[in-house]
């Protein structure tokens, strides 16, 4: 249930986030969107078998559940990610590879008798699901608030030369890079608040960089900070691999 509402809760502070980025930047709203419906739909299934079958030990609801997981498997294994996810590619399809593992092993379980294994085989489907979700869940909203702007600056402006179109958005994008300074992380990575904070200064300082190479409108000059603040970017989301 906690997963659930945070899902809700973060589909609908995304959706309104979105619709402003939208509307500054004229980009299809979808392409910033964390959001993956299949999985999202895949959590109906693995919600009652997670909190109410594997806790109550009923064997038989566990089993019952088979043909939906396949249905939805077929469906989060077609999925396309959004473009603001794009970079996480890779985690992406490696995490389905293990996510289609776990979901053979409730298969096969659920042709034995064995009870143990029924069990442990939803006890791992649940984290490779929960695993699939941590993939593309923002850090944290102010995290995700920069990357919208830097998806739209890099992946929009950047490759046709649009400087004087990044120029206009810097001082919000180094807003957002202060309020990831001033940012709390969630209490499960709290241990990496350090190397966060860490990060978070040196995106800070690139994202500065950026703005004073750009007044100077030498076009190495500006396309070499953008690399190294986009890199800035890559280490901060790095800390949580």
Known sequence: MKL???L???SVFLFLGCSAVYAQHEIDSSEIKWAVPALFDFHDIIHPMWHDAYPNKDIKALIGFVEPIKEKMAKVNEAKLPGILREKEDK???GLKELNSAAERYY???LGNNEQEMLDAAENLHAKFEMMVRIIRPVTKEVDNYH???YVIYHKYYPDKKYNDIKNVMDDLITQAEAIINSSLPERLTAKTEDYKKAADKLLTDTKQLKTALESGEPETIDKALEEMHNSYQRLEAVFD
Do not use: V
Request: net charge positive.
């Open 92 to 94: 992406w399809k490696e």
């Open 148 to 150: 919208k702007i830097l």
């Open 4 to 6: 659930l509402k945070l």
């Open 108 to 110: 096969n379980a659920a």
């Open 8 to 10: 809700s809760y973060i």
